[in-house]
């Protein structure tokens, strides 16, 4: 994965069901991303967020998914490692009737705070 | 003086140490290589898709991802060159929502990504855009994103 382990760290995998998973992340303030996003003020790209919910639902369903759409992914605050060091990445998914892709609705947040919420599709096969 | 000054906007270049002028981002995680022309509210940029981009995956293609940042960076060069023309700094721009984003194939290294961004009217500090982004023609992905400026 591109970023696990990188740019952060799973602290606790809370499995409600197969379809449905609240991944407890640390963000690793060291992240590499950060030198340049942005010299000396370190922000999360919000596409690295973007990838972190889809490497979760990979976590969750044990498949690779490509990102077919994002129908809307709204980035609601700035996060940054020193604002929200742990943040649950909440994942729910729904197969569509054919079975080539889940219909995704996922959000990043912490107690105080939502950063981002993201609706699409993702694929199994990049080619459906 | 800044280069543009210069009368005719379409036959403007930014490309190589020059770009570093019209967008914040850095290595590892600058994902434009060139504003190669810009006609009133349309602009377009390259990016050469190479070994070690901070977006490729261990099956060596570029994350979705990579393409939604490559094209808000597209925006951001072109609202720095906006700027940069009239004398000022290039703003800092945070991606507020990425709509009806569609990724058709992922591009590779060694392609070449051609992107043009389509500039709507800013409105408090909120700009609306538009991008699709091409290799040899192929489209490969396009979205609609809403980007905010911060003025520091």
Redesign the interface.
């Given at each position: 994965m591109?970023l696990k382990d990188k740019f952060y760290r799973v602290q606790q995998e809370n499995i409600l069901n197969p379809l449905h998973g609240v991944y407890l992340i640390a963000l690793l303030p060291d992240a590499?991303?950060y030198?340049?996003?942005?010299?000396h003020k370190p922000?999360c790209?919000?596409?690295?967020n973007?990838?972190t919910i889809?490497e979760c639902a990979e976590m969750l369903t044990g498949k690779k998914l490509?990102?077919?759409?994002?129908?809307?992914?709204?980035?609601t605050a700035?996060a940054t490692p020193q604002v929200c060091p742990l943040l649950d990445v909440d994942v729910m998914l729904t197969p569509v009737q054919d079975g080539s892709a889940y219909i995704i609705q996922a959000r990043i947040a912490d107690a105080e705070t939502t950063y981002m919420e993201l609706k699409?599709e993702f694929s199994i096969n990049?080619d459906k | 003086m800044v280069r543009g000054a210069l009368a005719f906007d379409n036959v403007m270049l930014y490309q190589g140490e020059e770009i570093k002028k019209l967008i914040?981002?850095?290595?590892?995680?600058?994902m434009v290589d060139a504003l190669v022309s810009v006609d009133g509210d349309i602009c377009k940029t390259e990016l050469n898709v190479r070994e070690g981009n901070?977006?490729i995956?261990d099956d060596l293609l570029m994350?979705?991802?990579?393409l939604?940042?490559h094209i808000?960076q597209s925006a951001s060069a072109f609202a720095g060159y906006r700027c940069v023309v009239k004398g000022e700094p290039a703003p800092?721009g945070?991606?507020?929502?990425?709509?009806?984003?569609?990724?058709y194939?992922?591009p590779a290294i060694g392609d070449h990504l051609t992107t043009t961004i389509t500039m709507g009217a800013e409105v408090n500090g909120i700009t609306i855009i538009a991008g699709e982004t091409t290799v040899d023609g192929e489209v490969v992905a396009d979205?609609q994103m809403k980007i905010f400026t911060a003025d520091e």
């Open positions: 591109l590499d991303v030198r340049g996003h942005f010299p922000v790209p919000g596409v690295c973007i990838e889809r490509f990102m077919k759409t994002i129908k809307q992914c709204r980035l700035v699409g990049m | 914040p981002q850095r290595d590892p995680i600058m901070f977006f995956e994350s979705e991802p990579g939604i940042e808000a800092v945070y991606i507020g929502e990425v709509k009806k984003f569609h990724c194939r992922r979205t």
